[in-house]
C-alpha cells in the first residue's frame, strides 16, 4: 500500500550487485547531535507498523508526463498479514497486470498477465523491482520499501515536511543496487517519518552526491475504521520531471480474503468480491 500510510505494505531487502567502495551521500544532520539509539529505536519501531487485518484498497493512477498528454489508470490493492511478513496483491488495469509481493526478511515479487501468461505468476528478481510498473513513476521498489530494512543508516533528527514534524533517516544499502540502465538508481535513500502517525511522509531516492533522483510524497492521510491509511501520493521523477499521483478512491478494511490469493501458483484464481457494506468511498 504505497501503501497504509503507504506503510501498509512492508519490506525487504533489494537486488544488489558488489561493490567494494561504493560512492555514497553523506548525512545532512538537522541538530548538532542527534541521539542515534532514540533514531534507531524509531527506525524499528515503524519497522512494524501496517493496516490491521486484511484490506482491499481502490485507486486511481493518474501519469503526468513533462511532454506528452496525461492518461489514467485503474487498480486495486489487496493485502494480508502473512506468517513472514505482509502479503500483497496489486492489479493495474493497462490491460490488468497483477503483482503478488511477499513481504518480510525474504520478500518476493511476481507477475501475472491474463491475457499473456499461464495460470502461475512470474517471479520478478529483485534487480527488476526498479523497473517502472506499466509506465509509471511507481514500482516494486516503492511498494516493497526495501530500504525500511536497511541496517546502515544515519539518524539526520526531526525536519519540517509539508508544515509537519517528521523523523530523519538516510538509509544506504548493503551494496550498490542494481536497476534498468535508463532509470535513476539511488545510492541511499532518504526517509521522513510522521512523529505522530508513524507514517511515512516522504521518501527521496538520491545519487552518490545526494542530489534527489526521485521523491515519494504523501501528499494527506484518511482515516477508516480507526486506522490512518494514505489517501494519495506523488511519484515524481526527478530526471525526466515526469510524476505519477496514487489516489485511493475506496478501502474495505476487516476482510477475510483466501489465501490462495497471495500465492503465485494460484494466480489465476477468481479474485475475491468485496462487501458493498464494507467499502467506504474515499
Known amino acids: 500500500m504505497f501503501l497504509l500510510a503507504f506503510a501498509l505494505l512492508l519490506v525487504a531487502p533489494a537486488a544488489l550487485r558488489a561493490d567494494p567502495t561504493p560512492a555514497r551521500p553523506a548525512p545532512k544532520f538537522l541538530s548538532a547531535a542527534p541521539d542515534q539509539a532514540e533514531g534507531g529505536r524509531v527506525l524499528e519501531g515503524f519497522r512494524n507498523v501496517g493496516v490491521q487485518g486484511d484490506y482491499w484498497l481502490q485507486f486511481d493512477l493518474r501519469v503526468m508526463p513533462r511532454q506528452g498528454p496525461e492518461r489514467e489508470l485503474r487498480g486495486q490493492m489487496f493485502g494480508a498479514p502473512g506468517t513472514r511478513g505482509p502479503l500483497t496483491r496489486l492489479i493495474v488495469d493497462a490491460p490488468a497486470t497483477h503483482f503478488i509481493l511477499h513481504g518480510g526478511a525474504d520478500a518476493q515479487a511476481w507477475r501475472w498477465e491474463p491475457s499473456a501468461t499461464g495460470p502461475t505468476a512470474v ?28 541496517t546502515d543508516f544515519v539518524y539526520e533528527g526531526v525536519a519540517n515536511v ?33 512523529t505522530q502517525f508513524s507514517a511515512l511522509t516522504q521518501a527521496e531516492w538520491l545519487d552518490a552526491q545526494g542530489k534527489p533522483l526521485k521523491s515519494v510524497t504523501v501528499l494527506d492521510l484518511k482515516k477508516v475504521r480507526d ?9 515524481r521523477n526527478h530526471t525526466t520531471r515526469a510524476k505519477t499521483r496514487f489516489a485511493l478512491t475506496a478501502a474495505a478494511l476487516d476482510l477475510q480474503l483466501p489465501g490462495a490469493l497471495f500465492q503465485p501458483e494460484q494466480a489465476a484464481e477468481s479474485l475475491p468480491t468485496v462487501p458493498a457494506a464494507q467499502i467506504e468511498r474515499l
Open 123 to 150: 517471479s520478478v528478481p529483485e534487480q527488476d523491482w526498479l523497473a517502472p510498473i506499466v509506465d509509471t513513476d511507481l514500482t516494486l521498489f516503492d511498494l516493497q520499501m526495501p530500504f525500511l530494512r536497511w
Open 162 to 194: 509539508r508544515g509537519r514534524p517528521a523523523h530523519a533517516f538516510l538509509l544506504y544499502p548493503p551494496q550498490p543496487l542494481a536497476g534498468p540502465p535508463d532509470r535513476p538508481v539511488p545510492a541511499a535513500v532518504r526517509v521522513f517519518l510522521d
Open 227 to 235: 486506522q490512518w491509511i494514505v489517501k494519495s501520493i506523488d511519484l
